[in-house]
């Protein structure tokens, strides 16, 4: 029997100097990974058997809003109580939290999404490097060691559709662990979930809360494939759900279909490690296709600013950060610029430059430069191509940067110029130091 201590956490279980009638259970994601050989980030521990005055006399402090959890006195890791829940409203938000001693753990394990999340180990099997190897110290009564060992992401109950947040979840899971399938009455009763409408009642941060997570994931593309699958795609991001089926020139695009290709730009950044930014470009950067008259089809003009508007109003819906609204604007608006890059001359790439931001923001141009390349890099035959336009660019920034716009504009000020005539001699002389960078008579900083 586990028991609760002053000391413990993710050093280990936690212990006591006294015996005490509370049952201390490692759950969750922490058991999950550790049965799977992964590394464990985070534990989630539950306590049975005790009332939340038990929990403060020992010292643990109260946090939860919504329920009874604590943090423990040394360690500071979470503590809840083993409790049930009852749908009582639409949404996530929607339920009635019971706690009590009377609460068994296997009680609490079953308001759990997925079998393989709704495993729990006796806080005495669960220090660090402890196999769990005594089967009394498991508590596992909904198979989820079975679909671990088969690969499945299984619901626990009928009561995942109570919560439709757990269509999310479940589509993150499926980035994480790209080699577990979705079992078909999971899929089934995701479908029904969506068709019932309890997707219409997912809250912008959770959505994006959600998406973000996948995003970061080493397979982001089968989250979304999951969501496609259900019907929640169509209901969360209906300016991506729109580009599948929508064709690309095929001599640019060999993969022809637009879902497809933006796909194919979410894995390359993955591959390429990209931070969470870059990915949201990646994924935003072509939705004004979307929108492209049939009547131009396969040709899309002008979807450049139909995308910018388009990913505006999605971070708006969301609320998502400012950061990834921007790099996702720039990127939209300028991809189709950057990869024709070489052809420019210095106004040109000046011109280039400035709408970017770069000279101001040179970090956030690396960044757009990374999207761009997993853009073109992000289509069918072409995943192994060099894309020079990304170091060439760099390398212009230098240039551009390489000019001592401080003494320029004294110098400026001192024969008479004002405002708009000192901007316009800044940028002659940056127009410059490019046109030698491109006669290759200048050094370029990359």
């Known amino acids: 029997m586990g028991t609760l201590s002053g000391q413990g956490g993710a050093a280990g279980a936690p212990h ?4 005490c009638p509370m049952q201390i259970y490692m759950v969750g994601g922490a058991v999950r990974d550790r049965l799977l050989g992964l590394p464990v980030q985070d534990h989630d521990w539950v306590v049975v058997g005790a009332t939340p005055e038990d929990m403060v006399a020992r010292g643990f402090v109260p946090v939860g809003r919504d329920f ?12 809840a109580l083993a409790r049930t829940e009852r749908k009582s409203g639409r949404g996530y938000k929607g339920f009635t939290v019971f706690t009590s001693p009377e609460v068994r753990i296997e009680d ?13 180990v006796r806080a005495g099997q669960a220090s660090a490097g402890a196999k769990f190897d005594h089967e009394d110290g498991v508590i596992d009564p909904f198979g989820g ?30 980035a994480r662990f790209h080699d577990f399938s979705v079992a078909p009455e999971t899929r089934a009763l995701m479908r029904q979930m969506v068709a019932e409408g309890e997707a219409d009642h997912l809250v912008p941060e959770r959505v994006w809360q959600e998406l973000a997570r996948g995003l970061m994931e ?8 999951v969501l496609r699958d259900c019907g929640a795609l169509a209901v969360v991001l209906p300016e991506l759900d729109r580009l599948w089926g929508v064709p690309q020139t095929a001599s640019h695009h060999p993969e022809i279909d637009t879902g497809v290709h933006v796909m194919l730009v979410l894995q390359m950044a993955a591959r390429l490690q990209a931070p969470l930014a870059v990915r949201w470009a990646c994924l935003m950067h072509d939705l004004g296709k979307g929108e492209t008259p049939a009547d131009l089809l396969p040709r899309h003009l002008g979807h450049e600013q139909r995308s910018a508007r388009l990913l505006r109003a999605v971070g708006q819906r969301l609320r998502v950060p400012t950061d990834c609204t921007e790099l996702a604007e720039v990127v939209a ?10 052809e ?7 011109r280039l430059l400035q709408r970017c931001d770069a000279l101001r923001k040179p970090e956030r141009f690396a960044q757009v430069l990374l999207a761009c390349e ?3 890099r992000g289509r069918l035959g072409f995943e192994h191509s060099a894309y020079p336009q990304r170091a060439r660019l760099q390398a212009a920034l230098g240039a551009a940067q390489s000019v001592a716009t401080a003494g320029l504009a004294q110098a400026a000020q001192a024969a008479g110029a004002r405002g708009a005539d000192i901007g316009q001699a800044v940028a002659q002389a940056r127009t410059r130091a490019l046109q030698a960078w491109l006669d290759g008579s200048a050094p370029a900083a990359v």
């Open 68 to 79: 009874p959890v604590f943090l423990h006195p040394s360690s500071h890791e979470e503590y």
């Open 344 to 350: 420019l001359g210095a106004a040109a790439l000046l």
């Open 145 to 174: 060691r079975r679909d671990l060992q088969a690969r499945v992401l299984r619901h626990v109950t009928d009561a995942f559709r109570e919560d439709p947040v757990r269509i999310l979840r479940v589509a993150r899971f499926a």
């Open 108 to 120: 609490d394990l079953a308001r759990r999404d997925l079998t393989i999340n709704a495993i729990a």
């Open 374 to 376: 997993c853009d073109a």
């Open 16 to 19: 006591c100097s006294y015996t």
């Open 218 to 225: 080493s397979q982001p593309a089968r989250m979304f494939e």
């Open 333 to 342: 608006r300028e991809h189709g610029h950057i990869h024709r890059s070489a």
